[in-house]
């Protein structure tokens, strides 16, 4: 007799929930996996890489009303020319700078910030 999906579906749905806890435990041992979830595992290691980044990269992603007083930072931040500050800037979300030390983005930010933009570090 070839079994379906179907027909394993309703064998499992007439079964009680000892029954359907004995099959799940048996299909791990048999299989040699775990029905158990790993959120709890991810979210932990996900935690010690927030916490171990070293480098930073500054994304521009609003500029608001001040456009000039951003252009003028995204100059001194990132030693651009008049000219390719605007292009910057007005090519929102853009990446300013890339592989900076947490203590550099954090100032850059800070100062893009006191200027009017809105600023991501990734």
Known sequence: MILSKDN???AVAKMS???VIDLVAAM???FGVSAKPTIANNSEKSLEAVEEKTDFDIILTAVGEKKINVIKVVRE????GLKEAKAAVEGIPITLKESISKKDAEIAKKKLEEAGA???LK
């Open 28 to 30: 791990e041992h048999k």
């Open 17 to 19: 929930v000892m029954e």
């Open 8 to 10: 394993i579906i309703d």
């Open 77 to 80: 931040i990132t030693s651009l």
């Open 118 to 120: 809105t600023v991501e």
